[in-house]
Every structure is written in C-alpha cells, then in structure tokens.
C-alpha cells in the first residue's frame, strides 16, 4: 500500500484537473483502488483537501463494511485549480496547504 500522501494529494489534484471539460468526473481514476491504497486512507485524504479548501462536494458516510461515497458534485475550488496549475508547471510546495 501507498503511503506518501503528499504524492497522492497531488495525483488527485492532477486527475481531477484533468477532467475539467467532462460532464461528470470519473472518480476511477483517483479512487483508492487505482492509486493502490486504502479506502480509510482514501476517506481521509479526501476530507483534508475538502477540509481545505481545495476541493468541494465530497461526502462520505456508512460504514467501513457498507459505505456511502458521494462525489456527484464533486469539483475543485479556485484554491485547488492554482495547486493544481502550480503541479503542472512543477512549482508546487505542499507547505503552502498548511
């Protein structure tokens, strides 16, 4: 399992950010499953960058055996599309979510 969280915050910065122009995001590509981790460590990440301010429209609930992932709404904010042109252009400091 992946644990270097800063790479995983910015792989799904970049994969949402790359799915602008779709009518609805493919959350397949940035799910737990295709960034080879777990799905409370998924959860987690999620809520930080929701937390932040860097993504909206992520909800989660249930539990772990039953649960309930809500990302029809999902999208970045004015804050997650600047780290995200800032990873595109290699000059992003994760320091700078802190």
Same mark, same amino acid.
């Given at each position: ?10 792989? !799904? ?6 799915? +602008?122009? /779709? ?9 737990? /499953?295709?960034?080879?981790?777990? +799905? ?5 990440? @999620?809520? @930080? ?22 990302? /029809? ?11 995200? /042109?800032? !990873? ?5 400091? !994760?320091?700078?979510?802190?």
């Amino acid at each position: 399992m992946r644990t270097d969280n800063f790479k995983i915050i910015q792989e !799904i910065l970049s994969k949402i950010e790359a799915q +602008l122009d /779709e009518k609805h995001i493919d959350w397949s590509k940035f799910n737990h /499953e295709a960034l080879n981790m777990s +799905l409370p460590r998924w959860v987690r990440i @999620m809520e @930080m960058l929701d937390d932040a301010g860097v993504i909206c429209g992520f909800s989660y609930s249930g539990e772990a055996h039953d649960p309930r992932i809500d990302i /029809e709404n999902l999208r970045l904010t004015l804050r997650g599309l600047e780290y995200a /042109e800032a !990873i595109k252009k290699g000059k992003f400091d !994760i320091r700078s979510l802190l």
